[in-house]
Each structure stands twice: as structure tokens, then as C-alpha cells.
């Protein structure tokens, strides 16, 4: 990226170059105002202070080789005062990395992390990630998994790496598979989702996704794998890739996700907190996609969780 000389004090005027060319505006704002909060991105976008060419955009908006980006004024704090994360997360994800080339690399990641920091967290896997390897300079995610999911994570480690990834994802090209625990005792077979997702973002930065025909587009696959007395065991297919899509599409078929505090019933949840359930039984459990030029796929799969192994144990013994 390049700065123009017309930039004041205030404001910056950034040329998106070739290699950034396809990455959506607010990744490209969250990097470029490094420990801003992700909510204080959004505000700026709606408000109309960040322009592109000279005009507003959404946060969406993917940018094009040449475009002029705008950025507001922003009073950054010290990052000598910035919290570090703590080596023992360090070290949990680089024991955590479960393929890895000179291209990309996919961590399993644990539940309860965020994938970047914002909305009031110093760090995610990206910025610790960042922390671990240092001459890694272009480290990217790819794709993102709610602060909840565990699971297979794609992150880029060259420019020209992300914009082959990122066309693949937009071409469908990219077999996205998830494992989750429903209530409901399903039959055996598929159910399929097809029903619109819109989205809202809440003051603080929580978002809340609700089935409308005024939303975009969504579909899930679900396969039915295990059955239990009360509870299911699926692995769901997304077809789009919406903001907590299998979380709300569960739902809206009647059986919720298990451990989903947001989406979820609660009767439903008090019981697997007795069984030992302390988090959403999402698991994104494997990765396929096929590199251009390559005749063979990638196919990346992450283990599950020793407590999601434990719970179907459990479950297990309560069916015979």
C-alpha cells in the first residue's frame, strides 16, 4: 500500500495496491488501525467518514487495485501498553496447527478465542499468532469462526495466497463441514435449510442474526451421524457462509445447537451442563478445496474437542 502526499495530520489517504485487491473494507480497516475495536470500525463505515474514490461503501465492499481509501483521524494508544498474549496461549496454538505449507496454514482452533481482537479484546488467534511468528509478515485469516466454534481455521501466509483463497470461497469452491450436537432425536437421513439470514449489529457490537426474507440468501446440509435418546449428532454443510448461519438454521428447524446460550434452548442446555457441557458443541471439523493447477485436494481435518468426545461417551452409555 502506498500513502498519498496529499495526507494531513488527520487524515490518510491509503491506495489499495494489487496484493489487497478482493479484501473486504473492514479487515482492511481493522489492519490498517491496528487495536482499534472492531464495533469502532463499523461506526465509521455507517457513519460515512471512511469513503472510498470519494464515496461511502458497506463494510462488505471488497476493494480493487487503485482504489483511494479515506481514513478518519484515529488517536491510537501506546502499543507499548497494550496487553501481550500470555505464552501459554502462544503455546496452545502453535500445538495447535494442524497443516501447514508454505502457502497457508489451519489451526484447530479452541473454543472460547476469538479469531481477532475488537469489541473490547486486546488480541484474537491472529494478532497471538502474529506475536509467534514475526517474520510471517503477511499472516491473514481467511475465513472467521465464531468466538465459540472450535475447529479448522484457514489463515494465508502470503498475499497471493489470500486472493486465491478468498476467489475460492467466493466460487463455493471451498467444502466447509461442521459437527454439532442438536436437541431432537432426528431420523436418519438429511435435512436441508434454505432460508434468508438477516443480520442485525447491536450498539456494543453483539450481533444477532434472525431468518427473514428481507435477508441474504443461506443454506445448510444437515446429515444426520449419531442418534441419541434426546439429542443428535449431525454434520452440517454450509452452502453460503452467513454469520452464525448453522446456529440460527438449527434452530429455526426446531433443534438448536447444544451449549448455544444465544440461539439455543435453555431447557435443553441446563441438561448438558449437567452432563458436563461448559460450551457450544460446534465444531468445524474439516476443510476440502483444491488448489488451481494442483490435481489433487487438500483435505484438513481437526480432531474433536476431548470434552465433545467425552460428552458423546456419556451419551453413549445413557443409550444402552
Known sequence: ??????????????????????????????????????????????????RVNKGRVKAAYRLKDGDMVRIPPVRMADPAEKPKPTKNLLAQLESAIIFENDRFLVLNKPSGIAVHGGSGLNFGVIEALRELRPEDHHLELVHRLDRVTSGCLLISKKRSALRILHELMRNNRVDKRYLALVAGSWRKGRKNADAPLLKNTLQGGERLVRVDPEGKSAQTRFQRLRRFRNYTLVEAELITGRTHQIRVHSAWLGSPVLGDTKYGDEAANREMRKLGLKRLFLHAHKLKFRWPGEKRDFEIKAPLPSELETLLEKLDEENR
Do not use: H, W
Open 1 to 50: 500500500m502506498s500513502e498519498s502526499k496529499k495526507n494531513s495530520p488527520t487524515v490518510r489517504f491509503v491506495t489499495v495496491e494489487a496484493d489487497f485487491a478482493g479484501q473486504r473494507i473492514d479487515n482492511f480497516l481493522l489492519r490498517e488501525l491496528k487495536g482499534v475495536p472492531k464495533s469502532f470500525v463499523y461506526r465509521i463505515l455507517r457513519r460515512g467518514e471512511v
